[in-house]
């Protein structure tokens, strides 16, 4: 298992933007980070703001020149919009054109023709991980949610047995599998292979997902008994449209990117030599750009036009798809801000100073970190961020594996224990029917087993790889 060493330290070669000791850089840390928590519950600031006034405070605190610690900030936002922000827009695309042209739908309806009793729960945690792949957390449940309660009812479950299955599949997406933001931009901190990162985070879901999913669900179905309730059940996408894309041409458009990706890492892994032309063509192919934008342009033809969509209807969901993730896109390019303050002002070098002589596993101290920031703001997002750059350090002398494990023990990490300081935490409460103690009793419990479960076989994984 990678530990914390002396010998990082030899790899930090960012100059600081401030010579502050470790005392003042520790108070520096905490002040900028407390900004933001306060802004953020207290004053009910936009993340957007609450991360750059937060990064305005941190580099004040730690006695930087302000044109210091805006440069640090601006070059941070940028690097992170320009490594992520297009992979975030094409995500959303394709996740518009699979809402609307109905592909959801068909891939719901299939699977649900084909299960029953109790094979509905595993249905359920198997339809919300696919479609968890390209979507954002939120417009994932905003989809899933009609289907949780139509079967519920219809079917005579109990609502968390096919619910729990459901939020667990999205969630273990969300935090885990790229090409969801957070996992993008811990990617992009530590300089993670995104292929190899997507495979082990494959490997780390599904022992995850099923134990927090289907097993839970029977636990938190004892400790709250609650019908479906109506007033939540809205339309479906399909039932305005004469038709919608088959089941199988569906799937294969949301998993190509996956299969390219993949492919790409395996490649990497059996022909081993860059000037080598199929690794030439698999790196390029299998980039995450192209392998989204290859996803989007198939997408049109599989999705958009099977579902009898005009090129004006398929531009204008391409046009609305973009709209809903400005917020998403400003939240994570002021967290890479953020990341970048943080490093620039030496909270890395000063992280691996005091912790040398540790004997904290570094993948848990990454895990650590990312828990104590969920916990303040309520965001898996700006947990993932924050912790990304402050253990970015770490990684200089990791194995390309090891790299991997650290943002998947981040992404755990970032998802522990939602609560009242969480938007998901209010979707679920609202949209179930429940009171805020069950929704802490399910939905925060089942976020807890996500966190620890993937963060115990990360730690797990690190000692046979």
Do not use: C
């Amino acid at each position: 298992m990678t530990r914390l060493s002396v010998e990082l330290l030899a790899a930090d070669t960012v100059e600081p933007i401030t010579s502050a000791g470790h005392a003042q850089l520790g108070i520096a840390v905490l002040a900028g980070i407390a900004v933001i928590v306060l802004l953020i519950t207290q004053f009910k600031l936009h993340a957007f703001l609450a991360l750059t006034i937060g990064s305005l405070a941190l580099g004040a605190f730690a006695g930087a020149p302000l044109d210091k610690t805006i440069a640090s900030f601006t070059t941070g936002l940028g690097s992170t919009v320009a490594g992520v922000g297009v992979l975030i827009a094409l995500g959303a695309i394709l996740g518009k054109l699979l809402a609307d042209s109905g592909g959801a739908d068909q891939i719901v309806d299939t699977i649900l023709a084909k299960a029953g009793g109790r094979a509905m729960p595993w249905a359920m945690v198997l339809i919300a991980s696919v479609i968890g792949l390209p979507l954002f957390f939120e417009v994932g449940i905003v989809l899933l949610i009609p289907v949780v309660l139509m079967v519920a009812k219809r079917g005579n479950y109990s609502l968390m047995r096919i619910g729990i299955p459901a939020l667990a599949g999205l969630s273990v997406m969300h935090g885990l599998i790229p090409p969801h933001p957070g996992p993008l931009v811990a990617i992009d901190a530590v300089k993670a292979n995104l292929g190899i990162t997507l495979a082990l985070g494959v490997l780390v879901a599904i022992p995850t997902v099923i134990i927090a999913g289907p097993v839970f669900s029977k636990v938190a179905a004892r400790w709250v008994d609650v019908p479906a309730p109506d007033r939540m059940i809205p339309a479906r996408a399909s039932e305005d449209l004469d038709k919608r894309p088959g089941f199988g041409a569906t799937l294969a458009t949301m998993l190509l990117p996956v299969v390219l990706m993949l492919s790409k890492a395996l490649v990497d892994i059996i022909v081993d030599d860059p000037t080598h032309m199929v690794q030439r063509v698999f790196d390029i192919v299998g980039s995450p750009l192209i392998a989204l934008l290859a996803a989007v342009i198939v997408g049109m033809f599989t999705l958009g036009r099977a579902a009898g969509f005009t090129k004006d209807r398929i531009s204008t969901t391409v046009e609305k798809s973009l709209a809903p993730i400005a917020g998403i896109l400003l939240i994570v390019g002021a967290g890479g801000g953020f990341k970048q303050t943080l490093i620039d002002s030496g909270v890395g070098q000063m992280i691996l100073d005091i912790s040398k002589d540790w004997s904290i596993p570094a993948l848990l101290l990454a895990w650590l970190i990312a828990v104590a920031i969920r916990l303040a703001t309520g965001s898996a997002t700006v947990a993932t961020i924050s912790a990304a750059g402050l253990v970015a350090p770490l990684a200089a002398d990791m194995s390309t594996a090891h790299t991997s494990l650290l943002v998947l023990a981040i992404g755990a990490g970032s998802l522990f224990f939602s609560h009242v300081n969480d938007a998901g935490f209010w979707l679920v409460k609202e949209y179930f029917g429940l009171s805020v103690g069950q929704t802490v009793k399910t939905w925060s419990v089942m976020e807890t087993i996500i966190s620890v479960v993937a963060g115990g076989l990360v730690l797990l994984l690190s000692l046979v790889i």
